[in-house]
């Protein structure tokens, strides 16, 4: 009873109508009572109760969503440990990652919102013209309602949350599905999560990517999507069907370039670390690398330096190391793997522990398997160029990808990289680092999804930016030129008053 009022009094939120739902919350995380899947129909309940909450007007005190955001927070302070234990069940993740890419992630994007929730949601005024200098004209940015967040097994907490932090700001209503394949992470937030946030505004549902469709069909305000471009595309259908709005971010190849002209020991070091960390499992990292030929053999050299550094000499062995989050995810791994190029480094793989090592590739081609699929595993092909030239006709021949990297000392080399190529977003001479930033939008473009999230980027998503005009009855003297019945006078003073906006603003914005 003392744990349940402390998080009354830190949650400044409307009370739930339901209290039981409280101590309901309390003994499933106490008890470790099982969490069942949640179908449609029940999915249909959780949104008529998260609408009617949003209407009511619960969610749009900036008070309620600061302390929405504060209980978001203080849930992964009290249960880090829980969630360490639940991210190393599913996919082996050390503790140093868990607590470093995903757990510092979400409160850094929650602690940025609550700085800045007060200026984002002031009303932005805009330049006035001639015709409106008496006028106020702004935008106004309201939340979109309820929203559906889905979240993806590569980094099941981060991927959930740092959404719902957005949605959260903006002042939503929120369903959120994390990933069916991390069940430990998805059962933790299905359990934590109506203990710290509003039992009316904010719901965990446990369902399949066969259900999605169907749920989406359901008529949300927003779908926020993670994952994969097949599982992207059936969500995006089954929106469009209800002009639902649709944010995805999706998986692709990453390219990354490394030029002649580079460190080759700093190189290897970044993207050894972005391609292997949490076994690969990302949709940010690395997929393959286009290796000017010339420096080609000292890189993969430098590469298997690392990984010993990195995980010793059986990464089987090493704490820092992860696992496949499932068999399926092992099994076409280990298919591309050995059906692609020549293995330099590692290769090794143990079914019984959804174990495969930390993999190089050399002499890939272009049709091989591992360059046909996405890769969500510890395996990095090396491809070779002979210049820039031939890597950018590369790069732009496939998909537009989430990510473009690219390393060399040569300014020209990043600058060609960067406004040749399109992406998602471009970094150099380091990786994922730009997907990290809650100062940058983060987001894919073409078949790499479309609209972006983090910091500011996240509550403009969840937002809708309303135009206002609020005028006067003045000026009537003006006006009256675009009231009926219409003379060729008036007609006249309006084409005069058109070309002198050509030279300043707005001059016929009479009307």
């Given at each position: ?8 009094e830190?949650?400044?939120s ?6 039981h ?16 899947k949640?179908?449609p ?7 008529r ?11 749009l ?28 069940k ?29 200026k984002?949601?002031?009303p ?12 106020e ?7 979109l309602?309820?929203?559906f ?9 981060e ?6 932090v957005?949605?959260?700001a903006?002042?939503?209503?929120a ?18 999560i ?30 926020f999507?993670?994952g994969?471009r ?27 370039y ?14 050894a ?16 690398i ?12 430098a ?32 298919d591309m ?5 020549k ?19 050399t ?10 699929q996405?890769?969500?595993?510890p ?5 070779t ?24 000392s040569n300014?020209?080399v990043?600058?060609?990289l ?6 998602g ?11 990290l930033m ?10 790499s ?18 135009s206002c ?9 003006v ?8 003379e060729?006078?008036n ?16 001059w016929?914005?009479?009307?």
């Amino acid at each position: 009873m003392l744990v349940i009022d402390r998080r009354l009094e830190v949650v400044s939120s409307p009370q739930s109508p339901s209290p039981h739902r409280w101590f309901k919350a309390l003994r499933r995380t106490r008890l470790g009572e099982p969490c069942l899947k949640t179908y449609p129909l029940e999915c249909e309940g959780l949104l008529r109760r998260a609408r009617v909450t949003f209407q009511a007007g619960c969610t749009l005190k900036e008070s309620f969503r600061v302390a929405q955001l504060e209980a978001v927070v203080q849930m992964l302070e009290e249960h880090e440990c829980d969630f360490v234990d639940a991210l190393g069940k599913d996919l082996h993740k050390p503790r140093f990652e868990a607590v470093v890419s995903e757990l510092i992630l979400v409160k850094n994007e929650a602690f940025y919102a609550i700085n800045n929730l007060k200026k984002w949601m002031q009303p932005q005024h805009v330049e006035r013209n001639l015709s409106t200098t008496l006028d106020e004209c702004l935008m106004v940015s309201e939340p979109l309602g309820v929203v559906f967040i889905v979240g993806t097994w590569c980094s099941p907490v981060e991927k959930c949350l740092v959404p719902l932090v957005g949605a959260i700001a903006a002042g939503n209503c929120a369903i959120i599905s994390p990933s069916e394949c991390t069940a430990h992470t998805a059962e933790l937030l299905h359990r934590l999560i109506p203990f710290y946030l509003d039992n009316e505004c904010f719901h965990v549902i446990l369902a399949g990517t066969s259900d999605f469709p169907e749920v989406v069909e359901l008529k949300f305000d927003h779908v926020f999507f993670t994952g994969n471009r097949s599982e992207g595309t059936r969500i995006a259908q089954a929106a469009a069907r209800t002009l639902t709005p649709v944010t995805l971010i999706l998986g692709g190849k990453n390219p990354c370039y490394v030029d002649q002209d580079c460190d080759i020991a700093t190189t290897a070091q970044r993207i050894a670390w972005a391609r292997f960390h949490n076994a690969g499992q990302s949709l940010v990292a690395p997929f393959y690398i286009l290796c000017h030929t010339t420096v080609t053999a000292r890189l993969v050299q430098a590469l298997k330096c690392c990984l010993t550094q990195f995980y010793g000499s059986d990464p089987r062995e090493s704490r820092s190391y992860g696992r496949m989050v499932n068999l399926d995810i092992f099994n076409r791994t280990k298919d591309m793997l050995w059906r692609s190029g020549k293995v330099a480094v590692g290769g090794q793989v143990i079914e019984a522990e959804k174990y495969i090592a930390p993999t190089i590739l050399t002499e890939v081609t272009e049709s091989d398997p591992v360059m046909q699929q996405d890769i969500f595993g510890p395996v990095l092909p090396v491809l070779t160029v002979n210049n820039v030239d031939e890597a950018i006709a590369f790069i732009n021949k496939q998909e537009k990808p989430l990510c473009v990297y690219a390393y060399s000392s040569n300014s020209k080399v990043i600058t060609r990289l960067m406004s040749e190529t399109s992406s998602g977003s471009f970094c150099s001479n380091d990786s994922i680092l730009q997907s990290l930033m809650v100062a940058l939008p983060f987001g894919g473009v073409g078949a790499s999804g479309m609209g972006s999230y983090h910091g500011r980027y996240s509550f403009d998503t969840f937002s809708h930016r309303k135009s206002c005009l609020l005028r006067s009855t003045r000026f009537e003297c003006v006006t009256y030129l675009r009231y009926p019945p219409y003379e060729d006078r008036n007609l006249s003073l309006m084409k005069w008053a058109s070309t002198l906006s050509q030279k300043s603003q707005g001059w016929c914005h009479i009307l």
